[in-house]
């Protein structure tokens, strides 16, 4: 178990052969992936990101995308294909931007990157919607941000989702607030033309056509900034798409090319 700025980060390593680091979205844990990470192959580490599963309760003071980030990082034994989902994705993303040597190849399925889609009206629209979830959250009600933010992002209606599991979710939705700054300024550039146009290696960017409009804009401007890259898209899927569709992200992701690590 990796200790990372004070933080005990639960991971785990499933397969043999090449390797590959996937980092789950917020408000999930690593076991989300593992059916995705069984299809693809290889030898694949997935890990809880702080708050999350079995990994330590984040602080409150790091940088939590930092924090996921060199989580990653610590996994990476060499040059490795990262994959990440939603928040997970945009981990991937930094990490390969700022350590190049740690990444041969990355997927980004669905990554919540907002600052790269500003000046779009998917990105009005985004805010504009997100609206509700500041509020619930500005009022401490949980419970009620927690909700909002599922229908805007999840898979399944609330009122279908085991109590146990709302829990889950509330109790982390802190988190989300956490996270909001990296996606929603990037004060770092991650998502800048200038850095993403030194990032040669190849770059696969999965989304359902289902999908909240945002997520489009975002993948249409770093496909224009990213040398190497790709889109693939998965029909009648939304946000949650390597869970709902693993089966086609799984080929997409095989399709995409060979690992060479």
């Excluded at 499933?14 to 995705?36: F, K, Q, W």
């Excluded at 009122?159 to 004060?187: F, T």
């Excluded at 249409?220 to 790709?230: Q, V």
Aim: aromatic share 4%.
């Amino acid at each position: 178990m990796p200790t990372i700025s004070g933080h005990a980060v639960h991971a785990t390593t499933t397969g043999t052969g090449s390797r590959a680091v996937m980092i789950h979205c917020a408000l999930a844990r690593h076991e989300s992936l593992l059916p995705l990470a069984a299809a693809i192959g290889g030898q694949v580490s997935l890990f809880d990101m702080p708050g999350h599963g079995r990994s330590a309760d984040w602080d409150g003071q790091h940088d939590y995308q930092t924090l996921v980030t060199d989580s990653a990082a610590a996994l990476c034994n060499g040059p490795t294909h990262v994959i990440g989902h939603s928040f997970g994705a945009t981990a991937a993303l930094r990490l390969a931007v700022e350590q190049p040597d740690l990444v041969h190849r990355l997927t980004l399925i669905e990554p919540v990157y907002f600052a790269a889609a500003k000046g779009t009206p998917e990105h009005a629209a985004h805010a504009t919607a997100f609206r509700p979830f500041v509020s619930a959250m500005l009022a401490g009600d949980d419970v009620r941000a927690a909700e909002i933010f599922n229908d805007l992002w999840g898979a399944t209606a609330w009122a279908a989702i085991p109590g146990r599991l709302q829990k889950y979710l509330v109790d982390r939705i802190h988190l989300i607030v956490a996270s909001g700054a990296a996606i929603e300024e990037d004060a770092l550039g991650i998502t800048s033309p200038e850095r993403l146009g030194t990032l040669g290696i190849p770059v696969t960017l999965i989304r359902g056509a289902a999908t909240q409009p945002v997520i489009a804009a975002i993948q249409t401007r770093l496909l224009n900034r990213l040398p190497n890259a790709r889109e693939i898209i998965v029909p009648d899927a939304g946000h949650m798409v390597p869970i709902t569709h693993m089966a086609d992200v799984s080929r997409a992701i095989r399709a995409a090319g060979p690992e060479t690590g």
